[in-house]
């Protein structure tokens, strides 16, 4: 039997300011990756939507962050 052990997520608005990036670059970034990078979107009232990230999803999204900036320099 397959449990799912995800017990919070966490919004790519908090993730860009814990990591002191900017949202709109880390959106293009996540843009990326699939929900089982840990990606997972977020639907509210209307059609608000936002992408939060689980613990490994965050990790993965510091690394493509590396990569990103290794890319540009």
Known sequence: MHIN???????????????????????DI???????DGLIWVYGPGDEETIAFTDFGIEQLQELIAIHRDQTD
């Open 5 to 27: 052990k995800v017990y919070r997520v966490t919004t790519i608005a908090r993730v860009a300011a814990e990591l002191g990036e900017d949202e709109k670059w880390l959106s």
């Open 30 to 36: 996540a843009g990326e990756m699939e929900p089982e």
